[in-house]
């Protein structure tokens, strides 16, 4: 018990006096005369701090409170980021929504980067892809591992570590349009890996130069050289391989470069040793066209974007970005434009070459009138180096005995399906691989983290067929 006492004085008209007055004091009003600080509040509360609450607890779970409710903030904010609406049949959309979001993210903080003038946005989209992705080249107990070069180009050697027979070989190429990826990422890593060890197989993954400092014909005089080289006497000898069974492969971009490449070197006479199969996986094979029937049902179907590839063209073209709009109008293959000639439409006229279960309710969107000075400011558009699609029929039926893997959910779903077509019209033998769940880059999905059901079904049927015809 604390007491505090007061001194009165008091006087009266009639006597003067004195007198004390001890008054009790609560021991909660006494101000702690050591220090300047209020008291903290005590709770009578007897279930909390066995009858007493801690001081600071209050303003401890008032925080914690706090960061919850935050939390949840962050937490609803990234599923709105994250959540995507896709089509029902595309294959595990759940990871399809989360990869999507990485890459979302990734390209728009590359975007801002270019915009400020910090660098081009593709710099730093291929320096997040090294440091997530590159691995270095290590060799395991069927396989052996080496950088070397192809032609003068970077590559990838894959070799099965066993001996014996001559070995197939193949030729393949990364694909990232034009822009974007390398031989030495981990999905292009593993696959080369897988299909070295199932085939018995030479693989040599080449590292093509890139957008924006390469444009084309670079990447394609690129992929050439190092086709060329493959089918050399010198590297033949070298690995082992059996000349009567190579072939050239690639995905994306890089199927895009296998068939240029399998329509030169067919037609070539200085080649003695000629590709025996080639392989295309979701291959981009024209620019002509950006409302074909997959193009208008896949625009906003991830990880392609129909905008994305009109720009992935425009930088390999070499063309001026602010030509997007144009192409995705198809103001550049407007009917007035003599360069986009008839002959080149029919080519790639998809209401002649396509199945009707791939044309469904989508009619064909053809300008009367457009922009003609696109063609002639990039008449790349029309360079069947570019785009293979556009190949005379003679030059197709000299190419080899085809596989063109293609998903429905992808806006180069109907460039391969035509392809196959035009290859078929040839008299080419063709294998159409179609996953009514896959999406555009589902063989990636064929490996841990990102393993899914269509991603180990396309990269095994894949490798199955190669195993096969080759």
Request: proline residues 7%.
């Amino acid at each position: 018990m604390f007491f505090a006492s007061s001194f009165s004085l008091s006087s009266a008209h009639s006597s003067p006096g004195f007198y004390f007055e001890i008054r009790v004091v609560p021991p909660c009003l006494v101000v702690p005369w050591r220090s300047h600080r209020s008291p903290s509040p005590v709770s009578l509360d007897p279930v909390r701090a066995g009858g007493f609450q801690v001081p600071g607890q209050q303003d401890r779970r008032s925080a914690a409170m706090r960061l919850r409710l935050a939390g949840a903030a962050l937490l609803a904010a990234a599923s709105y980021y994250v959540y995507l609406p896709l089509p029902s049949g595309v294959s595990e959309p759940g990871k399809l929504m989360l990869l999507d979001a990485l890459i979302r993210g990734f390209m728009q903080a590359s975007d801002m980067a270019h915009a400020l003038g910090v660098c081009h946005r593709v710099h730093l989209l291929n320096q997040v892809v090294s440091w997530v992705e590159e691995v270095g080249a290590r060799s395991c107990s069927a396989v052996h591992v080496s950088d070397s070069s192809l032609g003068g180009v970077p590559a990838r050697v894959f070799r099965p570590t066993a001996g014996g027979r001559p070995k197939r070989g193949v030729v393949y190429y990364h694909g990232g349009g034009w822009a974007l990826g390398s031989a030495r990422m981990r999905s292009y890593d593993r696959l080369c890996r897988k299909m070295s060890e199932d085939l018995d197989a030479v693989v040599i993954s080449v590292d093509y130069r890139l957008a924006p400092e390469a444009v084309f014909p670079d990447q394609y005089h690129d992929a050439l050289a190092a086709a060329r080289a493959f089918l050399s006497a010198p590297v033949l000898e070298r690995y082992a391989i059996d000349p009567g069974r190579v072939g050239v492969s690639g995905d994306s971009a890089g199927g895009n470069l296998a068939a240029a490449v399998a329509q030169e070197l067919s037609s070539d006479d200085t080649v003695p040793v000629k590709f025996k199969v080639q392989a295309l996986i979701y291959p981009v094979l024209q620019a002509l066209d950006f409302y074909t029937p997959s193009y208008q049902q896949n625009a906003a179907v991830p990880i392609l974007y129909r905008p994305v590839m009109a720009r992935f063209w425009l930088q390999y073209l070499g063309a001026d970005a602010s030509l997007e709009p144009v192409l995705l109008a198809n103001n550049h293959s407007s009917l007035d434009q003599p360069a986009a000639a008839a002959a080149a439409r029919s080519k790639l006229d998809w209401t002649a070459l396509l199945p009707a279960e791939r044309r469904k309710h989508y009619r064909p969107v053809a300008r009367e009138t457009g922009s003609p000075q696109v063609t002639l400011a990039v008449p790349q558009l029309l360079d069947v180096r570019a785009a293979p699609l556009l190949a005379e029929p003679g030059v197709l039926r000299a190419t080899p005995r085809a596989y063109v893997m293609t998903c429905e959910f992808d806006v180069l779903r109907d460039d391969g399906l035509m392809y196959v077509r035009r290859l078929r019209d040839a008299g080419v033998a063709v294998t159409s691989d179609h996953y009514e769940d896959g999406f555009h880059g589902c063989m990636a999905f064929a490996f841990a983290p990102v393993l899914s059901s269509v991603g180990r079904r396309s990269a095994d049927n894949y490798v199955r067929w190669l195993d096969q015809n080759l």
